[in-house]
């Protein structure tokens, strides 16, 4: 007898590639060559150890947006950013995409962030 195990809800996710990064962590240029939106995240949202990390990205779909990463105590931004460079595919929970989003600007955790290989 062949038994079924449930193991929840599927995960969906939200997959697209980094077009550019901006921040203040540690080899990295200021926000002088972050968009407008970056620039206000990066002051708007509360940062630990004044680390300030953003990207833009385009979703598989063709729509850009721009998130904060906010740093936690399971990653780094620096190891984020190191990771991270223009044409870096990235994914996210769709949960975890749409819960931080206000139009096209959000944030999100940077353990909830998957980077993926170009």
Same mark, same amino acid.
């Given at each position: ?27 990295? $240029? @200021?926000?002088?060559?972050? @968009?407008?939106?970056?620039?206000? !995240?990066?002051? $708007? ?18 729509? $850009? ?5 906010? $740093?936690?105590?399971?990653?780094? !931004?620096?190891?984020? @950013? ?10 996210? !929970? ?25």
């Amino acid at each position: 007898m062949h038994k079924t195990v449930q193991t929840g809800p599927e995960q969906i996710y939200i997959s697209g590639t980094v077009l550019n990064e901006c921040g203040t962590i540690v080899d990295k $240029e @200021s926000t002088a060559g972050c @968009s407008e939106d970056a620039a206000i !995240l990066n002051n $708007e949202f509360p940062q630990f150890g004044g680390s300030k990390y953003s990207i833009r990205f385009k979703k598989d779909s063709g729509m $850009e947006y721009t998130f904060a990463i906010l $740093e936690s105590n399971q990653h780094g !931004l620096e190891a984020l @950013s190191l990771a991270i460079e223009p044409k870096t595919r990235i994914k996210m !929970l769709e949960h975890d995409f749409r819960s931080h989003l206000n139009g096209l600007v959000g944030r999100i955790y940077d353990y909830e962030l998957v980077v993926l290989r170009y």
